[in-house]
């Protein structure tokens, strides 16, 4: 699919500024990109995946100065000036407090086997973290209402709450 | 998605400018229904006016209520430590609907704006009087298992999927409103319309006007309240029926009572009729039933929602007995007890 999310210069695109995982970037972006669109098809980070495009599924899901949204479902021009963390970035958010590794969510994923295809997982991930900055979520029934956003069709869902679960226990994470 | 143009003001007189008289321009805050509509085809805006950047984003004590600016995300409503601890019927009416993430995104005035609608409306190739006045209603006829019951027209029998505004409407809130002609107060019973010969409107917003605020009454209700919402599955669905009681008790004497429902209507559907019968009699289920006979006395099923209207009378009862006992639905244990 041919997404027209403005060439650089061209009439009618707009200049904003963006930190996307933790660098700044300054670019020009036709009014009627999608965040998620900018960043799959314009800056090749296509961890976070397209999957009904309508808000339904939250494979899109990313955080927007902390806070987890559907990239699907916001224009990145509206975003200007934000910061934009995304599956790519998770790692570097665990980095920037001195670990060398994955983040305490992703190594949890693996190790309570929380996908199956994994399309969902990017969103999966980013909603947890989410999740956790929120704070509100703290008995397994809270976990899975909290994360009803994020489809995931092979059916981890049991193990996505047991991830989350433990990294809660371990005190979260941001 | 159609091209446009798009501006971003920074005040709400700016904003009312830059919408002018053009039908063709929308406002945009969250964008979490207007986007998804403008993939469809649905909305095509010739200009949006992003209004996120308008200072609207405070809850502040007004008149021994709270106003909620327009802005505020449905999530920072529903966390909010004055809303929790005075409007708890509102929370957890917030937390019913949609998902974490779009709660996030979501504004206070978009809420409110989100389309009255169905699936026949985000079908571009059927005939929709809503989405096209003349062309007929398919729902009426066709699949309208979630459509409306009370207040339909022969022109739509779409609903009002917002569980906010159903809490909103039991609370008597007031949606303050900016535009061309200044600014002005609507009670939100008036703030929604049914669908009539004109299903095109779903409120009573003039043209050009903005959302500032929601006002939320002094009176609240903290111990007797409930929102039930009934739907297709546990989480992340708009109600069948959705339930917002709240009562006022005396011993077991009821003294006051409120009672919206939501996915029944066009709009959120308050009955002060049956509001009024429930007043000063015993808290018991032969009242409840008393007052859902008279809200579904005008009820219509379509062909295939019948089941609609039982599925009503008894979440009516269900929910004043929840709100008589102190014991609101949770909802993140789906239990309904």
């Given at each position: 699919?041919?997404?027209?999310?403005?060439?650089?210069?061209?009439?009618?695109?707009?200049?904003?500024?963006?930190?996307?995982?933790?660098?700044?970037?300054?670019?020009?972006?036709?009014?009627?990109?999608?965040?998620?669109?900018?960043?799959?098809?314009?800056?090749?980070?296509?961890?976070?995946?397209?999957?009904?495009?309508?808000?339904?599924?939250?494979?899109?899901?990313?955080?927007?100065?902390?806070?987890?949204?559907?990239?699907?479902?916001?224009?990145?021009?509206?975003?200007?000036?934000?910061?934009?963390?995304?599956?790519?970035?998770?790692?570097?958010?665990?980095?920037?407090?001195?670990?060398?590794?994955?983040?305490?969510?992703?190594?949890?994923?693996?190790?309570?086997?929380?996908?199956?295809?994994?399309?969902?997982?990017?969103?999966?991930?980013?909603?947890?973290?989410?999740?956790?900055?929120?704070?509100?979520?703290?008995?397994?029934?809270?976990?899975?209402?909290?994360?009803?956003?994020?489809?995931?069709?092979?059916?981890?869902?049991?193990?996505?709450?047991?991830?989350?679960?433990?990294?809660?226990?371990?005190?979260?994470?941001? | 998605?159609?091209?446009?143009?798009?501006?971003?003001?920074?005040?709400v007189?700016?904003a009312v400018?830059?919408?002018?008289?053009?039908?063709?321009?929308?406002?945009?805050?969250?964008?979490?229904?207007?986007?998804?509509?403008?993939?469809?085809?649905?909305?095509?805006?010739?200009?949006?006016?992003?209004?996120?950047?308008l200072p609207l984003?405070d809850i502040e004590?007004r008149d021994?209520g709270l106003r909620i600016g327009a802005l505020v995300?449905?999530?920072?409503?529903?966390?909010?430590?004055?809303?929790?601890?005075?409007?708890?019927?509102?929370?957890?009416?917030?937390?019913?609907?949609?998902?974490?993430?779009?709660?996030?995104?979501?504004s206070t005035g978009?809420?409110l704006l989100?389309?009255?609608?169905?699936?026949?409306?985000?079908?571009?190739?059927?005939?929709?009087?809503?989405?096209?006045?003349?062309?007929?209603?398919?729902?009426?006829?066709?699949?309208?298992?979630?459509?409306?019951?009370?207040?339909?027209?022969?022109?739509?029998?779409?609903?009002?999927?917002?569980?906010?505004?159903?809490?909103l409407?039991?609370?008597e809130a007031v949606v303050q409103v900016s535009g061309?002609n200044g600014d002005r107060a609507i009670p939100i019973?008036e703030f929604?319309?049914?669908?009539?010969?004109?299903?095109?409107?779903?409120t009573n917003l003039a043209?050009?006007e903005i959302i500032v605020a929601v006002d939320l009454p002094?009176?609240?209700?903290?111990?007797?309240?409930?929102?039930?919402?009934?739907?297709?599955?546990?989480?992340?669905?708009?109600?069948?029926?959705?339930?917002?009681?709240?009562?006022?008790?005396?011993?077991?004497?009821?003294?006051?009572?409120?009672?919206?429902?939501?996915?029944?209507?066009?709009?959120?559907?308050?009955?002060?009729?049956?509001?009024?019968?429930?007043?000063?009699?015993?808290?018991?289920?032969?009242?409840?039933?008393?007052?859902?006979?008279?809200?579904?006395?005008?009820?219509?099923?379509?062909?295939?929602?019948?089941?609609?209207?039982?599925?009503?009378?008894?979440?009516?009862?269900?929910?004043?007995?929840?709100?008589?006992?102190?014991?609101?639905?949770?909802?993140?244990?789906?239990?309904?007890?």
């Open positions: 699919m041919l997404i027209d999310s403005g060439s650089p210069g061209a009439a009618g695109t707009i200049g904003i500024s963006l930190t996307i995982n933790g660098e700044r970037r300054n670019i020009q972006v036709a009014p009627w990109t999608t965040l998620l669109d900018l960043l799959r098809e314009r800056l090749d980070l296509t961890g976070t995946k397209k999957g009904c495009d309508h808000g339904q599924c939250g494979a899109c899901t990313v955080l927007v100065d902390g806070t987890r949204i559907n990239s699907c479902l916001t224009l990145a021009v509206m975003k200007d000036g934000a910061e934009i963390t995304t599956v790519e970035g998770l790692a570097s958010l665990a980095a920037r407090e001195g670990k060398n590794s994955l983040h305490p969510i992703q190594e949890a994923f693996v190790e309570h086997d929380a996908f199956q295809c994994g399309y969902c997982t990017p969103g999966q991930l980013c909603s947890s973290v989410g999740l956790m900055n929120e704070g509100h979520a703290h008995s397994r029934d809270e976990i899975r209402e909290a994360m009803s956003g994020n489809i995931c069709r092979c059916g981890a869902y049991t193990n996505i709450v047991d991830a989350i679960e433990d990294v809660m226990q371990q005190g979260g994470a941001r | 998605m159609n091209r446009f143009d798009y501006v971003r003001p920074n005040t007189a700016e400018q830059a919408l002018g008289a053009d039908p063709a321009a929308r406002f945009i805050a969250g964008g979490t229904n207007l986007i998804d509509l403008m993939k469809y085809d649905v909305e095509r805006p010739g200009r949006l006016v992003d209004i996120t950047r984003r004590e021994g995300t449905n999530a920072t409503v529903a966390y909010d430590s004055a809303v929790k601890e005075r409007y708890p019927l509102l929370s957890s009416a917030i937390l019913a609907g949609a998902s974490a993430q779009l709660r996030n995104a979501a978009g809420n989100q389309r009255t609608r169905c699936y026949y409306f985000y079908d571009t190739a059927t005939p929709c009087n809503k989405r096209e006045p003349g062309t007929g209603c398919s729902a009426i006829g066709g699949v309208n298992r979630i459509h409306a019951i009370l207040g339909a027209s022969e022109h739509c029998i779409a609903t009002h999927p917002s569980d906010m505004a159903v809490a409407a039991a609370l061309p019973a929604h319309r049914l669908p009539g010969d004109d299903p095109a409107k779903d043209p050009g002094a009176k609240s209700f903290t111990t007797n309240f409930t929102y039930l919402k009934l739907r297709d599955r546990l989480s992340y669905a708009f109600a069948l029926v959705s339930v917002a009681a709240a009562l006022e008790l005396d011993g077991q004497t009821i003294r006051t009572a409120r009672l919206a429902l939501g996915g029944v209507a066009h709009k959120p559907w308050r009955n002060t009729e049956a509001e009024a019968l429930l007043q000063g009699e015993p808290a018991t289920r032969e009242t409840f039933a008393a007052a859902a006979d008279l809200i579904l006395r005008e009820a219509k099923p379509q062909s295939t929602n019948g089941f609609k209207i039982e599925l009503a009378r008894r979440a009516i009862v269900r929910g004043l007995e929840q709100a008589a006992a102190g014991t609101p639905q949770s909802q993140s244990d789906k239990r309904i007890q």
